[in-house]
């Protein structure tokens, strides 16, 4: 397992129009949990580039829903590198299932996910956010960053110089 600082990257989003007023708050996925994040932690889920982050937001949709694509500059510290998998220790079960249906063993079968206790350890661990390969575009990757970890000089920045985003939820009533 490797940690890698980032400085200035740039990773995109595909934000749900409705909730494009706020890009940086991660209370959607503190809402429902996400891949590397139990119900109840915000976290931000970034992509790469462009095309991977739109295979993340369509996810098992035939057709991609409305969504607001956004850039982001990120300088963080204490970022586990998993992008590339995992060949560490095989007593670390959690890691060689991150790949797991978090879904369908949340809402389905009422269990947490392995993919949580791994996340629950980097969370510990003071760990910034987690790089991992996108299971909806080969060779795309993920960036998760816990938002609770993040800490000066850590920056997260979306892009919009010209101040296109909406300032609240009033237009989308």
Not at 6 to 22: E, V
Not at 104 to 115: N, V, Y
Request: aromatic share 10%; with cysteine; net charge negative.
């Amino acid at each position: 397992m490797k940690t890698i600082s980032l400085a200035g990257t740039l990773f995109y989003r595909a934000l749900t129009p409705r909730w494009a007023h706020d890009p940086l708050s991660g209370e959607g996925a503190a809402i429902t949990g996400g891949r590397f994040n139990p119900v109840g932690y915000a976290a931000l889920y970034l992509a790469s580039d462009p095309q991977t982050a739109i295979a993340e937001a369509q996810q098992s949709q035939l057709i991609v829903p409305p969504k607001t694509l956004c850039a982001y500059h990120v300088s963080a510290a204490n970022i586990t590198d998993f992008s590339q998998g995992f060949t560490g220790s095989p007593q670390l079960t959690e890691w060689n299932l991150w790949d797991c249906n978090w879904r369908k063993i949340w809402h389905i079968e009422r269990a947490r996910p392995p993919s949580w206790e791994l996340a629950d350890a980097l969370i510990s661990q003071g760990t910034g956010g987690l790089l991992f390969p996108s299971l909806r575009n080969p060779g795309g990757t993920n960036l998760v960053l816990f938002l609770g970890n993040l800490a000066a000089p850590d920056l997260v920045l979306v892009h919009d110089p010209g101040g296109d985003l909406p300032v609240d939820q009033s237009s989308w009533r």
